[in-house]
């Protein structure tokens, strides 16, 4: 499909929200990247997770095993190299493949992922197995999941999950528990700068908001994310409209009549599956669909982790939303995924990483994407 041309008014947009986005990368792209080894002070630490709990350790992370999906890239992010993570879980493994991170550090591909089965339960002779210093796990999907790395003897620092603050808590926490406070703390302060710079210079809309419906990606259903999702915040943030806010719970699964109903302007993709927007063009039970009928199907990038929730990316995805929501482009975001990349990972990404990274090819069909980001 030729791509629009993008009338006057549109390039003054883009030049704002290009140059706010950037402007508020600054203290990010200031700050030194490497892969450092953990800090030993030869004293103990004590951390608090998010649900309140004292972890204490004799000193700094070495060995890390992660079970929540996010937790494993995040370590690698706050350390600044991968070299403390021990285990993590197969899906987390699964987000690195043929990722940059994965490219970046092709060691990462060969970390144990036998550590939890179903539902995150820990499998704890194999946890045992690796000697970690600390085990990662959610501590807000009952006890069943904790008590049997703690009877164990394991240390333990539980996570919650799904909002802002719960994402820069978790970075603070790999901060204590590793020994980079420093580091935890500056990626904060980029992210907290970024969310207040973008908040203040994104385009005012007047009338009404586009419709941004988010899909995790599932070939076989269709799960949105309802208003208590991370997916509904940035959604929000970025002026967009969630048709599925009225859904109480984080993920809901829909039929095909309620999107139909729905009929958002927007889809959104995520990566917790194969689905593209081909497929969803392809379907003739959505011909009708406004997103399909104006091509505006997108799969959600895939860096150093899934871009649709809560992580240190989480900035660029704001950014490339922004540009969908506001028919910018995300001018500049191209830029900003190389210098935060080469900050958080230590690697500098190519113009074909890149490309693989906002899914250029797979969203080739789609309105306005043969440019996007540069």
Not at 212 to 223: C, N, S
Not at 227 to 235: I, K, L, Q, R
Not at 299 to 327: F, T
């Amino acid at each position: 499909m030729p791509v629009r041309a993008v009338p006057s008014e549109h390039v003054s947009r883009r030049r704002l929200l290009g140059g706010a986005l950037a402007a508020a990368t600054l203290p990010f792209i200031a700050t030194a990247c490497g892969r450092a080894e953990p800090a030993d002070t030869g004293k103990g630490l004590t951390a608090t997770d998010l649900t309140g709990k004292t972890v204490e350790l004799p000193r700094p992370a070495r060995r890390v095993v992660t079970i929540p999906l996010p937790a494993a890239s995040m370590v690698v992010a706050v350390n600044g190299g991968p070299e403390v993570l021990a285990g993590m879980n197969a899906a987390s493994r699964t987000a690195i493949e043929g990722s940059f991170l994965g490219q970046a550090y092709p060691e990462l591909l060969k970390v144990p992922t036998d550590v939890a089965g179903a539902e995150f339960a820990p499998n704890v002779e194999s946890v045992l197995a690796l000697n970690p210093d600390v085990v990662i796990q959610w501590g807000d999907r009952g006890p069943g999941i904790v008590e049997p790395l703690r009877k164990a003897g394991l240390k333990v620092a539980r996570l919650t999950y799904g909002t802002q603050a719960d994402l820069e808590s978790a970075v603070t926490l790999y901060g204590e528990l590793l020994g980079k406070r420093d580091r935890a703390d500056r990626i904060n302060r980029s992210i907290r700068g970024r969310l207040k710079q973008l908040r203040a210079e994104l385009p005012r809309r007047s009338g009404a908001k586009p419709s941004v419906l988010y899909l995790r990606g599932a070939a076989d259903g269709l799960q949105v994310g309802g208003g208590a999702s991370y997916n509904h915040f940035v959604t929000e943030l970025v002026g967009g409209r969630n048709p599925a806010a009225k859904v109480k719970e984080q993920q809901a699964t829909i039929d095909v009549e309620q999107l139909l109903k729905w009929n958002p302007d927007i889809v959104l993709l995520g990566n917790f599956g194969p689905a593209t927007p081909k497929d969803l063009y392809d379907d003739p039970a959505l011909a009708t669909l406004r997103a399909v009928r104006e091509r505006r199907v997108y799969k959600v990038p895939l860096g150093g982790y899934r871009w649709d929730p809560p992580s240190q990316e989480s900035p660029l995805m704001w950014q490339w939303l922004a540009g969908l929501v506001h028919d910018t482009g995300a001018p500049g975001l191209r830029a900003e995924v190389t210098s935060q990349y080469t900050f958080l990972y230590g690697a500098e990404p190519t113009g074909a990483q890149l490309d693989t990274i906002l899914h250029l090819r797979t969203n080739s069909a789609s309105r306005d994407y043969a440019d996007f980001g540069r």
